[in-house]
């Protein structure tokens, strides 16, 4: 397992009592994502589908690479790296 660093960015704070940086154990984006999810489970909602998969908007990056273009959250991960959640946001005119 890997000691891995989740970014939480302030749309989805309330859900985690508004910590912004999350550390755990993985192996995966997606045990990472998991293990999120069990200690927080009101961001499941907020960033997967009825499916379980990411929703289209949820934007996930790995040390700054988006996992869409590696292999998403089978995407292995090692000590110390960070992943970063972004929701996209739409809006204006």
Known sequence: ??????????QLRDATGGE???KLEATTVGTALEALF????ELRSS???DNGD???F???YLDGED???GEGVATPVADRQELQILPAVAGGR
């Not at 397992?1 to 302030?10: C, G, L, R």
């Not at 069990?38 to 489970?41: G, Q, S, V």
């Open 58 to 60: 949820v934007n996930v």
């Open 47 to 49: 960033l997967t589908d």
């Open 38 to 41: 069990a200690a927080h489970p």
């Open 54 to 56: 990411l929703r289209r």
């Open 20 to 22: 912004g940086t999350i």
């Open 67 to 69: 996992i869409r273009y």
């Open 1 to 10: 397992m890997a000691a891995v660093t989740i970014k939480i960015p302030t």
